[in-house]
């Protein structure tokens, strides 16, 4: 994937205008080597220059690190109350006058919701700070190449590493005091468990589906083939005067194969934005630690759709044709309910994200040479 499709898939919408436009400079090295390379300047069309270029630079990393400085400190701010709650919430619990238990869990639970959210913020902001630099190490890079110069090595040592966006060490720091606090004071040292309410998955590995998700998804694409063969026999062989109950069957079943429709295309488009490398996770405000990937959006559409309510064969003339009673076993019901279960997170993907870390699903894989 190239680095403009990598940085556009990974970005935090509405941090945007604050990352490198890594776009627009690129086009401004192109036409300054179309225009000044080697001299020529024969065409007589006033252009970029060197300078132009650098000034572009400059304006967007000193941008960055007002930007970066600014949710620093909100960060900053935000783990001072964290802190302040977690304190009296323990006071609290080792007080002799102790609130009921259930009031205790509920405050426990709000507490590692509210870290959870926090360090998501955390691993926004530290992920902007690894695209940026990546990006002007890139830019810069392909300036000197061009150009053949090395006048963007130079501003990259001199400027970039420099910047207070990459150097200061303050987020990493909260990202350790997030953790300590979670795994020592409110899961009593289960580092496995306080990481894993932590943690933000990448994009890469949400978009993979399991051999479990797939054989399940194809066992009951099966039954839904199948309960459409039997729609269609059924059909078929009704008498031609039974229109009355061709339509209660018709209405009966349109609800469902509505649902089974959506799902068949909310799951294509997650295909094609994860090959495309579009992150719908973070465009539509889905919570990135739960939410499903397109093999289970599949799953679950299938899975509904192979448990519709399938009519009889026909029955004698006296009867009227094929019964439009079609409501299946319980079976049927249990198991649909049993799939949906299953993909309970589908519940949680909608959540919309507080607006201090609204939006993003965090990846740190490599990045594109």
Same mark, same amino acid.
């Given at each position: ?118 360090? =998501?913020?955390? $691993? ?10 990546? +990006?002007? /190490?890139? &830019? %810069? ?95 078929? =062989?009704?008498? $031609? ?10 209405? +009966?079943? /349109?609800? &469902? %194969? ?112």
């Amino acid at each position: 994937m190239r680095f403009t499709q990598h940085l556009g898939s990974h970005l935090t919408p509405e941090w945007k205008k604050y990352y490198v436009h890594y776009e627009e400079l690129k086009e401004m090295i192109y036409e300054l080597v179309r225009l000044h390379s080697l001299g020529d300047e024969k065409t007589g069309r006033a252009g970029p220059t060197e300078e132009d270029f650098f000034e572009n630079v400059s304006r967007q990393l000193q941008d960055m690190n007002v930007f970066f400085k600014g949710r620093e400190q909100q960060l900053l701010g935000q783990l001072y109350n964290l802190e302040k709650d977690v304190e009296t919430f323990l006071k609290l619990k080792n007080s002799p006058k102790r609130p009921s238990e259930r009031k205790l869990r509920s405050t426990e639970s709000s507490l590692k919701m509210a870290y959870s959210e926090f360090y =998501l913020g955390l $691993s926004l902001l530290q992920n902007f700070q690894l695209l940026n630099y990546t +990006g002007f /190490r890139k &830019i %810069l890079k392909k300036f000197d190449k061009l150009a053949h110069s090395e006048r963007g090595k130079s501003f990259f040592i001199g400027q970039v590493t420099t910047a207070e966006f990459y150097t200061s060490p303050k987020v990493q720091e909260m990202i350790d005091k997030a953790e300590s606090t979670m795994i020592q004071k409110l899961e009593s040292g289960n580092r496995h468990k306080a990481m894993k309410t932590l943690r933000v998955p990448p994009l890469e590995a949400k978009g993979q589906a399991s051999h479990w998700d797939t054989f399940k998804t194809g066992l009951y694409f099966g039954i839904f083939l199948l309960s459409l063969v039997v729609l269609i026999i059924a059909a078929a =062989l009704r008498p $031609s005067n039974s229109w009355k109950d061709n339509t209660a069957l018709v209405s +009966g079943m /349109r609800g &469902i %194969l509505i649902l089974v429709w959506w799902f068949f295309g909310f799951a294509i488009n997650t295909y094609i934005w994860r090959r495309k490398g579009v992150n719908n996770v973070l465009i539509f405000e889905f919570d990135p630690r739960h939410n499903l990937n397109y093999i289970q959006l599949f799953e679950v559409g299938v899975a509904a759709g192979g448990h519709t309510p399938q009519p009889s064969l026909p029955h004698p003339p006296h009867t009227g044709g094929i019964s439009p009673g079609c409501v299946g076993s319980h079976w049927r019901v249990l198991a649909c309910v049993l799939v949906l279960a299953e993909h309970s997170s589908l519940c949680g993907s909608s959540c919309i994200l507080p607006s201090h870390c609204r939006g993003g699903t965090v990846t740190f894989a490599r990045l594109p040479s």
